[in-house]
């Protein structure tokens, strides 16, 4: 499918939390911004939501614990039990040093696959790298997008001067128009 | 530069530096300080990439050599039946913690001194482990049966023997290892990224693009990555503090007098954060000067570090005293042979002595402040560190193993060439690995620093004055 | 400037990390599969002998008894093979002029050994004894399948550990009267059978290690 | 057919199976050992320690099937059931029975024959190591003559006489023997004009001719120790040296053990000894005093006087003595000594006796065996017979005759059968100089060593294991040596070769004998099969001498030798190498010698306070100068050592062909002279500042006051007889998991009666293929001894009490090398064993550092892979040979045990007490060592385990040992007592 919407670049966050004001108010709801480190302002103006991360890493924690301790189990004293040192086939205290490691490893490996998977990385292409300058975007500019469908950006095609001098007043460097598969 | 840093250190005209960032360079200036120098190698580079390169090659023929031959190469014996090799092992998953510790404990403790070392902390971290991991690999007798220690569905039907710590050791270190690879990963990605967009050829731009994985910066993706990026310093730090309890009971669950101490886990993930730090001293003094780090370096760093380096020597120092009180309380005749009469009498006495010296003494400088700031004392006083925190591994696992229960069958053990060959191997090895980062890694991490400028600058003056100046 | 990558590589990076997902689980899984197949264990695998023997004529044809040439097996760890002297105490009379039996005729006469390929190996660590196995009755067939329907002479079982722990598990199933050791053909009337049989020699064959590797 | 047909058929098939060796190929072994059956080919496989792995990854590997190699024709015997043949072994002439274990036609282990005098089961360290000797890879192959090979026949032709031709200036030497057989050839050659000489270096000569001074006529002293309650040992090792040792041993300890209530009055045995370094005699005797070995002629002097004082009717013949008696020198502590022994002899009349060693003088012998007349002991625990031979207790003076006959060109022919004399003979005689004139120089021996360099024709003799023979034990008691195995690089026997000059060309050996004994006995054919299966001919001891006590010491004229206080030197046999025969022996090389725990050479062992006034340490190399002659030799100070004298082991420095002798240790024959044999004066010890480096296995002998090695006083025991308890109960535990299996294999070794032979230590070398590490191995750390002996010292450097304490895997019930194993290499079986499966093993070491006995042995290298071949026939197949880098330990040689159980189960007989017995057990000459299930409350072990003196090393621990120590009782006496 096409991505489309618009994209401006602003040199400080505080022009980019003003101009996301400013897209909120123009009534465009899919808003994304686009900065070198987190300005965490801007978060509840777009409406990013409470990550779920946490609640996956849970899972993988006890999944990893539980999986682990049975293996243990199932080794010494179920498949082939044999005395070793006159300890019992089911040394439980022996058996909690894995259990424990391989929660954390599984666990870890979860909340890293979660944030690859939540923050949609391992996508090389992206419509707003289209945009020219963008690569500032890393370093030290700070871009706004709305994402919008075709009949609303034809619409600002059309009458594109309204929303940008909203926009360049907020004191945005350049204003884009932005178009492309995803 | 020694001006900037001894005018700082230089106590009463000016107050030791509590900035963790000096100056107000732009955004766009701070990143191409911190990020252009990719572009430009040094001179010495070559140079030493091909030392540590042959240093390299050396470990590898010392270690086709003990495969094809046999552990006989080395001078282990019985009763000594580990030496040198698990000697290494510790010392470097020690060194290993550091790097953790600094991003994983200090992030969760908001220290803001932490921002500009950590990625440096957690590449040594990396390197560090993977030496480490090399040893209990090769002093199998049969290393390439190592797999035999992985619960796999074997036509023989048998299986690994859970109670040994051995077995805990595997899965702790490469545990470890993993951890810290992906914490380290998660908190790149962003600079990798800065580093894709300013570099200034096109493939360039393109390898680094892959690695940054298509990192935009956006709302989203930044809120996922604080959230994961904290989920892992959580789970990180327990870890820290369990691998290497875990390594330290590869001795505590033994008999051998020596070994057999309840305080062992404590006591060696103190020594291990001791040593960490002081090879993070041992490693960014000279790259500071080298890269020009000063900003982002500056002496509240070194002051901050100098006391970690106070309260885990003490911790070590307790754990000394008590092991040798314990030993006299417990009236245990081998325990006091071990404490009071081998370590301290014994043929290593030598070596016992050093480490006390370099342990104990050593940390005690920086009562004074402007030791906790001077390059040349810190640099000094963390390689003796090392050097301590080495000598401690070889007493406890050497002088227990070579006088244990029954005199008849002490024997002494001497270090084969190989043995210290593998020894100045990995450390060659490690530098080299390590080379290889400064390199070609964002070893500062940028995006954070910017972060971080605008956070202290928030606290200096209200963020509407900011809105008010444009 | 345009993105450095195009669209497409979106689906590249997809597709290459579930090809390696797919490679690191698949390759593990065919190892585990392959040590358990014949060809790892060398099951199943017809041996050229230097001399044409067809265990289906003497045993089927001929009716000999496995214990008349493997006499080992009753008394000791080792059934072995039969000397060519023993081949000879039939073949002077019969095909006593054959070619095919030459070599062994040469062999009786001047003692030099005729070399027959292994057909099951143990490794040398393990201390396998054919009469603990043969006098508690566990038949020839158990271990070696149909010989008599062999024309050429093949491992029957893997051999690996755990196919001798199956056994020494659960010995009840390969249990047989004394008199039935060589039967080819004797199937059990059921496990109430191989019970008894166990209950009545006391068997009970060895897991620990010492059991078997010395 | 008869037993004996029986028997020699089954050899045939035997010789077959093995296959000669032709001289031509060297070490190309006929088929069926190149490519061995069935069963031999797995034997072989097992020893490609690479085997190992390549099976351990047979998981995943596919290995090469090989081959499966059929008999041509069948043999009688059953192949992979091992076999047992009764033999004799020859040491110093006298022979001692033995049964051998062979495997497809190979020897793999000896044992003691019971039917045997001088054996009675057991077997010492020499025994043990000559089946290594049979497969030594550099004993001479073929017959040379002068640097060319040659053939027997070509010999043959060389030395065969016509029968009726005279044998003048045809001269044999050759060692001493009591073998009928050879005797009767000797004495028909004799006849004919050939001279007989006799030459060994560790000549018993002495103690016939003091016998002779003492009672009048040659004979032959057996001592019988289970009838002696008081036991003096003059210089004389004779519980771990010399004929019989193993039965005086056994005898010794029979008088030794105490019962479990610790009760004095049953009669234990008190063991007095003098001696100038410590023995294994002197290390277990209640008391040792040091003494130079020329000083002991006084303190048996003293006590004669004392004991003839302390008689109430002194017997007829004392006058003679006393008079001489007065002039016996008087040392303090000495004569209060030997008053004390004498109260005792005294006190035990007619149960006391006095033994002297081969090394001292024939008059202190003399004066030994006036004591033994004084208190009875003669017709009591001493006996007098026949000397089995008269070509025993050969002296010096037959060599030197040899010689002077060579010099005066009478010798025309010399044939030298055995020995080594040019290595061996006193340094004055300059043996290998003189005998060079003779025309035709022949020489029959087992190596090319330095005898052979003077001889133009080289003969490879056979080894006792290759060769028909008969021998007599010192008792007289005959048996028969059988062959085990085909002549491996075609051996001869001294018969076969001595047989051709009887102008009947070559016979056989077999042949040869039975000749001899048709002639010599009626009915013979009727006897040997009996005498070849049980080992020994029936009635065949000496008769008892009969004598004139009247007659007692009238040819004794005793002087005292002047008295030299300068530093003395003595010579010793030394305990690896014996009088340098052994030498080539990996085995007893790297033996821990009892007291030093010397291995890979000898010293000039000295005592602290002498080395002290010298300013010598240990490894100091210094110049030994005695006489003219000089030796480099490094010092080794040893605890218990007499001052102002020095000790010397004979049989090393060789410089023959022998790959492992050659450059081991230092040549004390080269300060050996025919006047001073045994001791020399003004011997200089001059330092070269030179340092060595010695083997040695026990760097520490203090026991540091820790409870390990536990002893006792018989009094203290009877006081406290609970006093070991508390180290023999069972710790609590929380864990309940118990091995359940009907047999619960255990062990006890009793301290007490343990003497340090180190017997045991090479028979469990030889049962479980326990590779040798060689010299840098040992100073490395790395001694593969599954047994090893602990030896400590306590209390004064000058008179220190010796502990032996042999230390084994103690198969722990909770064993801490178990649960920290990670792959479950080392776990318990159900029977009790704490099992090691090599084939498991990674080689992490942890078990090892965890055992507190350190009792685990390392693989650090592949020991096997090079090993010729020759020696890997020596491997016990039923005991797999271990690869590089995995661990190894004592088994309780569970290969006997499974066995066992499979042979009991196969057969429907129950295991009884006894069934099974390790290899030290068998070995053992003191039975000290007792195997058995504890499951059986009655078996032997279970009630020794019950016994008040059982404890267990570092109990403390908790690891609740299956082995379990019997703690030393002392039996000293109370005039002696501090």
Same mark, same amino acid.
């Given at each position: 499918?096409?991505?489309?919407?618009?994209?401006?670049?602003?040199?400080?966050?505080?022009?980019?939390?003003?101009?996301?004001?400013?897209?909120?108010?123009?009534?465009?709801?899919?808003?994304?911004?686009?900065?070198?480190?987190?300005?965490?302002?801007?978060?509840?103006?777009?409406?990013?939501?409470?990550?779920?991360?946490?609640?996956?890493?849970?899972?993988?924690?006890?999944?990893?614990?539980?999986?682990?301790?049975?293996?243990?189990?199932?080794?010494?004293?179920?498949?082939?039990?044999?005395?070793?040192?006159?300890?019992?086939?089911?040394?439980?205290?022996?058996?909690?040093?894995?259990?424990?490691?391989?929660?954390?490893?599984?666990?870890?490996?979860?909340?890293?696959?979660?944030?690859?998977?939540?923050?949609?990385?391992?996508?090389?292409?992206?419509?707003?790298?289209?945009?020219?300058?963008?690569?500032?975007?890393?370093?030290?500019?700070?871009?706004?997008?709305?994402?919008?469908?075709?009949?609303?950006?034809?619409?600002?095609?059309?009458?594109?001067?309204?929303?940008?001098?909203?926009?360049?007043?907020?004191?945005?460097?350049?204003?884009?128009?932005?178009?492309?598969?995803? | 530069?020694?001006?900037?840093?001894?005018?700082?250190?230089?106590?009463?005209?000016?107050?030791?530096?509590?900035?963790?960032?000096?100056?107000?360079?732009?955004?766009?200036?701070?990143?191409?300080?911190?990020?252009?120098?990719?572009?430009?190698?040094?001179?010495?580079?070559?140079?030493?990439?091909?030392?540590?390169?042959?240093?390299?090659?050396?470990?590898?023929?010392?270690?086709?050599?003990?495969?094809?031959?046999?552990?006989?190469?080395?001078?282990?014996?019985?009763?000594?039946?580990?030496?040198?090799?698990?000697?290494?092992?510790?010392?470097?998953?020690?060194?290993?913690?550091?790097?953790?510790?600094?991003?994983?404990?200090?992030?969760? =403790?908001?220290?803001?001194?932490?921002?500009?070392?950590?990625?440096?902390?957690?590449?040594?971290?990396?390197?560090?482990?993977?030496?480490?991991?090399?040893?209990?690999?090769?002093?199998?007798?049969?290393?390439?049966?190592?797999?035999?220690?992985?619960?796999?569905?074997?036509?023989?039907?048998?299986?690994?023997?859970?109670?040994?710590?051995?077995?805990?050791?595997?899965?702790? &270190?490469?545990?470890?290892?993993?951890?810290?690879?992906?914490?380290?990963?998660?908190?790149?990605?962003?600079?990798?990224?800065?580093?894709?967009?300013?570099?200034?050829?096109?493939?360039?731009?393109?390898?680094?693009? &892959?690695?940054?994985?298509?990192?935009?910066?956006?709302?989203?993706?930044?809120?996922?990555?604080?959230?994961?990026?904290?989920?892992?310093?959580?789970?990180?730090?327990?870890?820290?503090?369990?691998?290497?309890?875990?390594?330290?009971?590869?001795?505590?669950?033994?008999?051998?007098?020596?070994?057999?101490?309840?305080?062992?886990? $404590?006591?060696?993930?103190?020594?291990?954060?001791?040593?960490?730090?002081?090879?993070?001293?041992?490693?960014?003094?000279?790259?500071?000067?080298?890269?020009?780090?000063?900003?982002?370096?500056?002496?509240?760093?070194?002051?901050?570090?100098?006391?970690?380096?106070?309260?885990?020597?003490?911790?070590?120092?307790?754990?000394?005293?008590?092991?040798?009180?314990?030993?006299?309380?417990?009236?245990?005749?081998?325990?006091?042979?071990?404490?009071?009469?081998?370590?301290?009498?014994?043929?290593?006495?030598?070596?016992?002595?050093?480490?006390?010296?370099?342990?104990?003494?050593?940390?005690?400088?920086?009562?004074?402040?402007?030791?906790?700031?001077?390059?040349? &004392?810190?640099?000094?006083?963390?390689?003796?560190?090392?050097?301590?925190?080495?000598?401690?591994?070889?007493?406890?696992?050497?002088?227990?193993?070579?006088?244990?229960? =029954?005199?008849? *069958?002490?024997?002494?053990?001497?270090?084969?060439?190989?043995?210290?060959?593998?020894?100045?191997?990995?450390?060659?090895?490690?530098?080299?690995?390590?080379?290889?980062?400064?390199?070609?890694?964002?070893?500062?991490?940028?995006?954070?620093?910017?972060?971080?400028?605008?956070?202290?600058?928030?606290?200096?003056?209200?963020?509407?004055?900011?809105?008010?100046?444009? | 400037?345009?993105?450095?990558?195009?669209?497409?590589?979106?689906?590249?990076?997809?597709?290459?990390?579930?090809?390696?997902?797919?490679?690191?689980?698949?390759?593990?899984?065919?190892?585990?599969?392959?040590?358990?197949?014949?060809?790892?264990?060398?099951?199943?695998?017809?041996?050229?002998?230097?001399?044409?023997?067809?265990?289906?004529?003497?045993?089927?044809?001929?009716?000999?008894?496995?214990?008349?040439?493997?006499?080992?097996?009753?008394? *000791?760890?080792?059934?072995?093979?039969?000397?060519?002297?023993?081949?000879?105490?039939?073949?002077?009379?019969?095909?006593?002029? *054959?070619?095919?039996?030459?070599?062994?005729?040469?062999?009786?006469?001047?003692?030099?050994?005729?070399?027959?390929?292994?057909?099951?190996?143990?490794?040398?660590?393990?201390?396998?004894?054919?009469?603990?196995?043969?006098?508690?009755?566990?038949?020839?067939?158990?271990?070696?399948?149909?010989?008599?329907?062999?024309? +050429?002479?093949?491992?029957?079982?893997?051999?690996?550990?755990?196919?001798?722990?199956?056994?020494?598990?659960?010995?009840?199933?390969?249990?047989?009267?004394?008199?039935?050791?060589?039967?080819?053909?004797?199937?059990?009337?059921?496990?109430?059978?191989?019970?008894?049989?166990?209950?009545?020699?006391?068997?009970?064959?060895?897991?620990?290690?010492?059991?078997?590797?010395? | 057919?008869?037993?004996?047909?029986?028997?020699?058929?089954?050899?045939?098939?035997?010789?077959?199976?093995?296959?000669?060796?032709?001289?031509?190929?060297?070490?190309?072994?006929?088929?069926?050992?190149?490519? $061995?059956?069935?069963?031999?080919?797995?034997?072989?496989?097992?020893?490609?320690?690479?085997?190992?792995?390549?099976?351990?990854?047979?998981?995943?590997?596919?290995?090469?099937?090989?081959?499966?190699?059929?008999?041509?024709?069948?043999?009688?015997?059953?192949?992979?059931?091992?076999?047992?043949?009764?033999?004799?072994?020859?040491?110093?002439?006298?022979?001692?029975?033995?049964?051998?274990?062979?495997?497809?036609?190979?020897?793999?282990?000896?044992?003691?024959?019971?039917?045997?005098?001088?054996?009675?089961?057991?077997?010492?360290?020499?025994?043990?190591?000559?089946?290594?000797?049979?497969?030594?890879?550099?004993?001479?192959?073929?017959?040379?003559?002068?640097?060319?090979?040659?053939?027997?026949?070509?010999?043959?032709?060389?030395?065969?006489?016509?029968?009726?031709?005279?044998?003048?200036?045809?001269?044999?030497?050759?060692?001493?023997?009591?073998?009928?057989?050879?005797?009767?050839?000797?004495?028909?050659?004799?006849?004919?004009?050939?001279?007989?000489?006799?030459?060994?270096?560790?000549?018993?000569?002495?103690?016939?001719?003091?016998?002779?001074?003492?009672?009048?006529?040659?004979?032959?002293?057996?001592?019988?120790?289970?009838?002696?309650?008081?036991?003096?040992?003059?210089?004389?090792?004779?519980?771990?040296?010399?004929?019989?040792?193993?039965?005086?041993?056994?005898?010794?300890?029979?008088?030794?053990?105490?019962?479990?209530?610790?009760?004095?009055?049953?009669?234990?045995?008190?063991?007095?000894?003098?001696?100038?370094?410590?023995?294994?005699?002197?290390?277990?005797?209640?008391?040792?005093?040091?003494?130079?070995?020329?000083?002991?002629?006084?303190?048996?002097?003293?006590?004669?006087?004392?004991?003839?004082?302390?008689?109430?009717?002194?017997?007829?013949?004392?006058?003679?003595?006393?008079?001489?008696?007065?002039?016996?020198?008087?040392?303090?502590?000495?004569?209060?000594?030997?008053?004390?022994?004498?109260?005792?002899?005294?006190?035990?009349?007619?149960?006391?006796? &006095?033994?002297?060693?081969?090394?001292?003088?024939?008059?202190?012998?003399?004066?030994?065996?006036?004591?033994?007349?004084?208190?009875?002991?003669?017709?009591?625990?001493?006996?007098?017979?026949?000397?089995?031979?008269?070509?025993?207790?050969?002296?010096?003076?037959?060599?030197?005759?040899?010689?002077?006959?060579?010099?005066?060109?009478?010798?025309?022919?010399?044939?030298?059968?055995?020995?080594?004399?040019?290595?061996?003979?006193?340094?004055?005689?300059?043996?290998?100089?003189?005998?060079?004139?003779?025309?035709?120089?022949?020489?029959?021996?087992?190596?090319?060593?330095?005898?052979?360099?003077?001889?133009?024709?080289?003969?490879?003799?056979?080894?006792?294991?290759?060769?028909?023979?008969?021998?007599?034990? +010192?008792?007289?008691?005959?048996?028969?040596?059988?062959?085990?195995?085909? $002549?491996?690089?075609?051996?001869?026997?001294?018969?076969?070769?001595?047989?051709?000059?009887?102008?009947?060309?070559?016979?056989?050996?077999?042949?040869?004998?039975?000749?001899?004994?048709?002639?010599?006995?009626?009915?013979?054919?009727?006897?040997?099969?009996?005498?070849?299966?049980?080992?020994?001919?029936?009635?065949?001891?000496?008769?008892?001498?009969?004598?004139?006590?009247?007659?007692?010491?009238?040819?004794?004229?005793?002087?005292?030798?002047?008295?030299?206080?300068?530093?003395?030197?003595?010579?010793?046999?030394?305990?690896?190498?014996?009088?340098?025969?052994?030498?080539?022996?990996?085995?007893?090389?790297?033996?821990?010698?009892?007291?030093?725990?010397?291995?890979?050479?000898?010293?000039?062992?000295?005592?602290?306070?002498?080395?002290?006034?010298?300013?010598?340490?240990?490894?100091?190399?210094?110049?030994?100068?005695?006489?003219?002659?000089?030796?480099?030799?490094?010092?080794?100070?040893?605890?218990?050592?007499?001052?102002?004298?020095?000790?010397?082991?004979?049989?090393?420095?060789?410089?023959?062909?022998?790959?492992?002798?050659?450059?081991?240790?230092?040549?004390?024959?080269?300060?050996?002279?025919?006047?001073?044999?045994?001791?020399?004066?003004?011997?200089?010890?001059?330092?070269?500042?030179?340092?060595?480096?010695?083997?040695?296995?026990?760097?520490?002998?203090?026991?540091?006051?820790?409870?390990?090695?536990?002893?006792?006083?018989?009094?203290?025991?009877?006081?406290?007889?609970?006093?070991?308890?508390?180290?023999?109960?069972?710790?609590?535990?929380?864990?309940?998991?118990?091995?359940?299996?009907?047999?619960?294999?255990?062990?006890?070794?009793?301290?007490?009666?343990?003497?340090?032979?180190?017997?045991?230590?090479?028979?469990?070398?030889?049962?479980?293929?326990?590779?040798?590490?060689?010299?840098?191995?040992?100073?490395?750390?790395?001694?593969?001894?599954?047994?090893?002996?602990?030896?400590?010292?306590?209390?004064?450097?000058?008179?220190?009490?010796?502990?032996?304490?042999?230390?084994?895997?103690?198969?722990?019930?909770?064993?801490?090398?178990?649960?920290?194993?990670?792959?479950?290499?080392?776990?318990?079986?159900?029977?009790?064993?704490?099992?090691?499966?090599?084939?498991?093993?990674?080689?992490?070491?942890?078990?090892?550092?965890?055992?507190?006995?350190?009792?685990?042995?390392?693989?650090?290298?592949?020991?096997?892979?090079?090993?010729?071949?020759?020696?890997?026939?020596?491997?016990?197949?039923?005991?797999?040979?271990?690869?590089?880098?995995?661990?190894?330990?004592?088994?309780?040689?569970?290969?006997?045990?499974?066995?066992?159980?499979?042979?009991?189960?196969?057969?429907?007989?129950?295991?009884?007490?006894?069934?099974?017995?390790?290899?030290?057990?068998?070995?053992?000459?003191?039975?000290?060592?007792?195997?058995?299930?504890?499951?059986? $409350?009655?078996?032997?072990?279970?009630?020794?385990?019950?016994?008040?003196?059982?404890?267990?090393?570092?109990?403390?621990?908790?690891?609740?040992?299956?082995?379990?120590?019997?703690?030393?009782?002392?039996?000293?006496?109370?005039?002696?007592?501090?």
């Amino acid at each position: 499918m096409i991505t489309r919407g618009i994209i401006a670049e602003y040199g400080t966050p505080e022009e980019l939390v003003a101009a996301v004001r400013e897209l909120r108010a123009y009534g465009l709801g899919d808003l994304d911004t686009f900065t070198p480190y987190p300005v965490r302002e801007v978060e509840p103006l777009i409406g990013v939501r409470r990550s779920p991360i946490p609640r996956w890493v849970l899972a993988g924690g006890l999944l990893g614990a539980a999986l682990a301790y049975l293996i243990e189990w199932w080794c010494a004293a179920v498949s082939y039990p044999v005395i070793v040192g006159g300890r019992p086939y089911h040394s439980a205290p022996a058996f909690v040093p894995i259990a424990f490691e391989t929660a954390i490893l599984v666990a870890s490996l979860t909340a890293f696959v979660a944030v690859i998977v939540y923050a949609r990385l391992l996508r090389l292409y992206d419509p707003v790298f289209e945009t020219p300058g963008f690569e500032r975007a890393s370093v030290d500019r700070f871009w706004v997008a709305a994402f919008v469908d075709a009949t609303v950006f034809r619409e600002l095609e059309a009458d594109a001067a309204g929303l940008r001098g909203k926009l360049e007043s907020a004191g945005a460097m350049r204003v884009v128009l932005f178009a492309g598969p995803s | 530069m020694t001006a900037l840093v001894s005018s700082h250190a230089s106590g009463e005209e000016t107050p030791v530096e509590t900035r963790v960032l000096l100056g107000n360079p732009t955004d766009g200036a701070l990143t191409h300080e911190l990020v252009d120098r990719l572009w430009s190698p040094g001179r010495a580079f070559p140079a030493l990439l091909a030392l540590t390169g042959t240093g390299s090659v050396g470990l590898f023929v010392a270690v086709v050599y003990t495969m094809t031959t046999g552990i006989g190469v080395w001078g282990n014996n019985i009763p000594v039946g580990w030496a040198l090799g698990i000697v290494n092992f510790v010392w470097w998953i020690g060194i290993g913690h550091a790097g953790t510790f600094i991003s994983a404990i200090l992030y969760l =403790l908001e220290q803001k001194w932490r921002t500009s070392i950590n990625r440096f902390a957690e590449g040594m971290t990396l390197f560090a482990v993977v030496q480490a991991g090399l040893f209990p690999l090769l002093h199998l007798g049969r290393p390439w049966f190592f797999y035999w220690l992985v619960p796999y569905p074997s036509t023989m039907g048998v299986w690994p023997q859970f109670r040994s710590a051995l077995p805990w050791d595997v899965v702790a &270190v490469s545990t470890y290892l993993t951890v810290s690879l992906l914490f380290f990963y998660l908190g790149l990605i962003p600079d990798l990224a800065v580093v894709r967009d300013t570099a200034p050829e096109r493939w360039r731009q393109r390898v680094y693009g &892959v690695f940054a994985l298509g990192w935009r910066g956006s709302a989203r993706a930044w809120h996922h990555h604080r959230i994961g990026y904290l989920l892992l310093a959580g789970l990180a730090t327990p870890l820290v503090l369990s691998v290497h309890s875990i390594v330290s009971m590869d001795f505590a669950i033994s008999q051998l007098p020596g070994w057999h101490s309840t305080i062992f886990p $404590p006591f060696f993930v103190a020594g291990a954060i001791y040593s960490g730090f002081a090879m993070v001293l041992t490693l960014i003094i000279p790259s500071r000067r080298i890269f020009h780090l000063e900003r982002v370096v500056t002496a509240k760093h070194f002051d901050s570090m100098a006391k970690m380096l106070m309260v885990t020597g003490w911790i070590v120092t307790y754990s000394y005293a008590v092991e040798i009180f314990i030993a006299w309380y417990s009236g245990d005749p081998y325990e006091r042979y071990v404490h009071l009469v081998n370590r301290p009498t014994g043929p290593y006495a030598f070596i016992f002595w050093t480490m006390l010296a370099c342990n104990c003494l050593t940390p005690q400088l920086f009562w004074v402040k402007r030791f906790r700031t001077n390059e040349a &004392v810190l640099f000094v006083a963390a390689i003796l560190i090392n050097v301590g925190m080495w000598t401690e591994r070889f007493i406890l696992i050497v002088t227990s193993e070579s006088r244990d229960f =029954l005199p008849s *069958s002490w024997h002494l053990y001497r270090p084969s060439l190989i043995d210290l060959s593998l020894f100045v191997g990995t450390l060659s090895f490690f530098s080299f690995l390590f080379l290889l980062f400064l390199r070609f890694v964002p070893f500062i991490p940028v995006s954070e620093l910017k972060d971080l400028k605008r956070e202290i600058a928030n606290e200096n003056e209200p963020i509407g004055a900011t809105e008010a100046a444009l | 400037m345009p993105a450095l990558f195009s669209p497409a590589s979106n689906s590249l990076v997809r597709l290459a990390l579930a090809l390696a997902v797919l490679a690191g689980g698949g390759g593990l899984l065919f190892l585990l599969g392959w040590a358990r197949s014949p060809y790892a264990s060398g099951q199943d695998e017809l041996i050229e002998q230097p001399i044409l023997f067809d265990h289906r004529h003497h045993v089927r044809d001929d009716g000999i008894d496995c214990l008349y040439c493997h006499d080992g097996a009753r008394t *000791s760890a080792y059934a072995g093979v039969p000397a060519a002297s023993l081949c000879m105490s039939c073949h002077n009379q019969v095909w006593n002029g *054959s070619a095919l039996l030459e070599p062994v005729r040469r062999s009786a006469f001047s003692n030099e050994p005729i070399r027959w390929e292994r057909v099951n190996r143990l490794p040398d660590f393990v201390y396998f004894n054919h009469s603990a196995h043969v006098t508690r009755g566990v038949g020839c067939v158990t271990c070696h399948g149909r010989v008599d329907e062999m024309a +050429k002479v093949f491992a029957a079982a893997p051999l690996t550990m755990q196919w001798c722990l199956d056994c020494h598990r659960n010995p009840s199933p390969s249990l047989r009267p004394q008199d039935r050791i060589t039967d080819m053909e004797w199937t059990s009337t059921g496990t109430a059978l191989g019970n008894a049989l166990r209950e009545e020699r006391r068997i009970n064959p060895p897991t620990e290690c010492s059991g078997c590797h010395r | 057919m008869s037993e004996e047909q029986r028997r020699r058929d089954r050899w045939r098939s035997l010789e077959e199976l093995a296959g000669a060796v032709d001289p031509d190929a060297a070490m190309e072994f006929a088929p069926g050992v190149d490519e $061995p059956p069935v069963v031999g080919r797995r034997d072989l496989g097992k020893l490609l320690g690479a085997s190992l792995m390549l099976a351990g990854a047979a998981a995943c590997t596919r290995a090469p099937k090989g081959r499966i190699v059929a008999y041509g024709r069948q043999p009688e015997q059953n192949p992979g059931v091992a076999r047992t043949y009764a033999t004799t072994m020859t040491l110093g002439g006298y022979g001692t029975g033995l049964l051998v274990e062979e495997h497809e036609g190979r020897p793999t282990k000896l044992e003691g024959n019971e039917e045997h005098p001088a054996s009675l089961g057991a077997s010492g360290v020499f025994e043990q190591a000559s089946l290594l000797s049979l497969y030594d890879p550099n004993r001479l192959r073929g017959v040379q003559h002068g640097t060319s090979a040659s053939s027997f026949q070509a010999f043959a032709r060389a030395l065969a006489r016509p029968s009726d031709a005279s044998l003048e200036g045809i001269h044999v030497l050759l060692e001493p023997t009591a073998s009928p057989e050879l005797d009767g050839l000797l004495a028909s050659l004799e006849r004919r004009g050939a001279v007989v000489h006799v030459y060994e270096p560790l000549s018993r000569a002495n103690a016939f001719r003091g016998l002779e001074m003492a009672i009048g006529r040659r004979a032959e002293p057996l001592y019988e120790l289970e009838n002696a309650d008081i036991v003096v040992a003059l210089d004389s090792d004779l519980l771990a040296g010399g004929p019989f040792h193993l039965r005086h041993a056994r005898k010794f300890a029979e008088r030794r053990r105490v019962p479990s209530d610790g009760r004095s009055d049953v009669g234990m045995n008190r063991l007095y000894a003098v001696e100038p370094a410590l023995t294994v005699t002197g290390s277990v005797a209640d008391h040792r005093l040091r003494s130079r070995r020329s000083d002991i002629i006084h303190v048996a002097a003293a006590v004669l006087r004392e004991t003839l004082a302390l008689l109430s009717s002194p017997p007829a013949w004392a006058l003679r003595v006393l008079p001489s008696l007065a002039s016996a020198r008087e040392a303090p502590d000495a004569t209060r000594w030997a008053l004390a022994v004498a109260r005792d002899l005294v006190g035990h009349r007619g149960r006391a006796l &006095v033994a002297v060693g081969d090394a001292q003088p024939p008059r202190v012998h003399a004066l030994g065996h006036l004591i033994n007349a004084a208190v009875g002991a003669i017709g009591g625990p001493v006996r007098y017979v026949e000397p089995a031979s008269r070509r025993l207790g050969a002296h010096t003076g037959d060599l030197a005759s040899l010689l002077a006959e060579v010099d005066r060109g009478k010798v025309d022919t010399l044939v030298i059968v055995g020995g080594n004399p040019s290595y061996t003979a006193p340094a004055d005689l300059e043996f290998a100089r003189r005998v060079g004139t003779v025309r035709e120089r022949m020489y029959v021996t087992e190596y090319a060593n330095e005898t052979s360099r003077i001889a133009r024709w080289l003969v490879p003799a056979a080894h006792y294991l290759e060769s028909w023979g008969d021998a007599r034990a +010192k008792d007289g008691t005959i048996s028969f040596v059988q062959p085990m195995i085909e $002549p491996l690089y075609g051996g001869k026997t001294s018969s076969e070769v001595l047989s051709l000059l009887q102008g009947e060309g070559a016979t056989g050996g077999r042949e040869l004998l039975l000749r001899h004994w048709r002639a010599a006995r009626d009915g013979f054919d009727d006897l040997f099969p009996e005498a070849l299966k049980r080992g020994v001919l029936g009635e065949s001891a000496s008769d008892e001498v009969s004598f004139d006590e009247h007659k007692f010491a009238s040819s004794l004229d005793l002087v005292f030798p002047s008295d030299d206080r300068r530093l003395e030197l003595a010579f010793q046999p030394d305990a690896h190498a014996r009088d340098g025969a052994f030498a080539n022996n990996a085995w007893l090389l790297e033996l821990p010698d009892p007291i030093t725990k010397l291995t890979w050479g000898n010293a000039a062992c000295l005592s602290t306070m002498t080395a002290r006034r010298l300013a010598l340490r240990t490894e100091d190399i210094v110049d030994v100068r005695v006489g003219g002659l000089s030796l480099k030799a490094p010092v080794l100070i040893v605890p218990g050592h007499a001052d102002d004298c020095v000790t010397l082991s004979l049989g090393f420095g060789r410089e023959g062909d022998e790959e492992l002798a050659r450059g081991v240790g230092v040549n004390a024959y080269a300060l050996r002279t025919q006047a001073a044999p045994w001791a020399a004066h003004g011997v200089d010890l001059v330092p070269t500042g030179e340092r060595a480096s010695f083997a040695i296995t026990q760097e520490h002998s203090a026991m540091e006051d820790r409870p390990i090695a536990l002893a006792a006083t018989i009094d203290e025991l009877v006081r406290d007889p609970r006093r070991f308890a508390d180290r023999n109960r069972v710790t609590p535990t929380l864990y309940q998991v118990k091995p359940g299996a009907t047999q619960q294999w255990a062990m006890t070794i009793d301290l007490n009666i343990c003497t340090g032979c180190s017997a045991c230590v090479v028979a469990c070398q030889a049962e479980n293929n326990v590779p040798v590490v060689g010299k840098e191995g040992v100073l490395k750390g790395r001694a593969m001894h599954w047994l090893r002996i602990d030896r400590y010292f306590e209390g004064s450097a000058d008179a220190p009490a010796v502990h032996h304490q042999p230390m084994a895997c103690q198969h722990c019930e909770k064993a801490p090398c178990e649960y920290v194993c990670p792959v479950g290499a080392t776990v318990h079986s159900d029977d009790g064993l704490n099992e090691m499966v090599y084939n498991r093993c990674v080689g992490t070491r942890f078990c090892s550092n965890n055992c507190p006995y350190k009792v685990r042995r390392f693989n650090w290298f592949d020991y096997n892979r090079d090993k010729p071949e020759t020696l890997r026939m020596a491997m016990n197949p039923d005991v797999t040979v271990r690869a590089r880098g995995v661990m190894e330990k004592c088994t309780y040689c569970v290969q006997r045990i499974r066995e066992t159980e499979i042979r009991s189960h196969t057969h429907g007989v129950p295991i009884r007490d006894g069934d099974v017995r390790t290899a030290c057990e068998q070995a053992c000459p003191t039975r000290a060592i007792t195997f058995g299930s504890i499951a059986d $409350p009655t078996s032997r072990v279970s009630s020794l385990r019950r016994d008040s003196r059982a404890y267990a090393v570092l109990h403390e621990l908790g690891t609740e040992p299956r082995t379990r120590y019997l703690a030393r009782i002392r039996n000293p006496s109370p005039d002696l007592l501090p």
